[in-house]
């Protein structure tokens, strides 16, 4: 039972963190009803832009004492729909918790808060010889809190682990207002359990991110990027142990297939760097020192790889150009997600050595149904993380139905639905496909106990 308040919630969300933190202003409201998901547009009834940590552990309590539910959004770049408002809910928006508070330049760690953009972390430690590796195609707009929240991954997985491996600390609010601030800056630390991990990839649902200690890597001097053109999967599977072998640096390994690129180069304008089709193409990069040697290492493995035919052709990028005309077909995924609106977007994981054959039996069986639509494939092939992105679909049950049929065969391969950008709404109902009852049971304990009147991103993830 909530106390009943004598005021209205704007009212009091004013009075706890000022009248400019808070707006029902339609024209805001409707910038804030949806993320990049094709999940319905709900735009919330008020928007909360605190400005501090403070604040939003402020923000928070008060909206306790309402019993008012609040979807939490960082940048609006997730897929999984986990930050749609949802019918009553008001949105509490990190964007204007944008500081970069504390930069250990000896130790390379920096301290932020969580509506930082990735790209404006990313810059500004490599103007002090520092580098945050984690990337990916939303740099631009995605938060540091919102890619803990969902542990985002990219195009750096395969050296660099993904968001869950930068983090050293992070300060979260509680749905109701409780401050927990872990801003550990060591790398070991074994005292008790270590509760940061129960807000990372969790998707907003036990409390909001308000601080991080992010762990930097040193920048490297170059980058060494090659496009390879490939007749199969398992020569695709051969090069990446090979690579990784010969090649310490080995930062990306991300693999397109012919109809992705096909694609990617009419949306985007490109022209493919090869004069005849493949059927699979591998993007690799390798991340190092500036001098020559880097480049050979490269050069020679990818040579070596040629004569014994693991590759059937190859494009080496020897200026910073041509590595970014090499990245801009991958790049392109945002303008292929706007292009075949209403689609259905996989992020699913799978075991490598069931990669060719779910591909296979996929595409087959999507062709075979959805005969009219286009499915792309392409992925993280360093870390078993295969998209597919599939459509238009004129409606739900299409939808529902090109995901059951996804889901299904990933579930068969052993694999898992989501490898990155999480549950959200979109996916809520195939989770059980690859967590168990017991897990499933486990999640909703942790919620109930963190979170009991279900105010934080409820209707998420946990069916
Ligand atoms: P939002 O979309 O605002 O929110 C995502 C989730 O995090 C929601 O559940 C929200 O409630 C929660 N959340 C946000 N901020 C906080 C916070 N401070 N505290 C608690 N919860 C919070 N993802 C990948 O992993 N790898 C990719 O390669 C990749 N490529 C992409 C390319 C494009 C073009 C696009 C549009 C998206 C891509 N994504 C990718 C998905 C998306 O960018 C990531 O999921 C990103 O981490 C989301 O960050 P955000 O700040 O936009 O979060």
Redesign the pocket.
Known sequence: MHASPTISLHDALANAIGADRVSADPTIADAHAA??SDAPRCAPSLVILPRTPEEVARALAVLARYGQPV?????????AG??TPQAGEVALS?ARLNAIEAFDTTGGTVTVQ?GVVLEQLQTQVEAEGWFFPLD???RG???L???A??N????RVVRFGTMRERILGLEVALPDGTVLSMLNRVTKNTTGIDLKQL?IGS??LL????RLVLKLEPKPAAAQTALCALGSFDAAARLLKALRMRLPGLSSFELMWDDFLAAACEVARLKSPFSTRYPIYALVETLGDADDDAQRALESALGDMLETGVIDDVVVAQSIEQAKQLWAARES??EL?AATRPHAAFDVGVPMDEMEHCVATLRARLRERFPEQRHLFFGHLGDGNLHVLSGPFAGEAALLEVEALVYEAVRDAGGCISA???I?VVKRAFIGLTRSEAELDLMRKIKSVIDPASIL?GG?VIP
């Open positions: 993320d990049w979807a939490v959004q960082g940048g609006l770049t997730g897929l986990a930050a990190l969580a990916l195609g939303a707009s995605c938060q809190g919102g890619n929240a969902t985002a991954g990219g195009n807000f998707e907003g409390g909001v991110i308000t995924v945002g997600l990155e950008h999480g959200g991103n998420r």
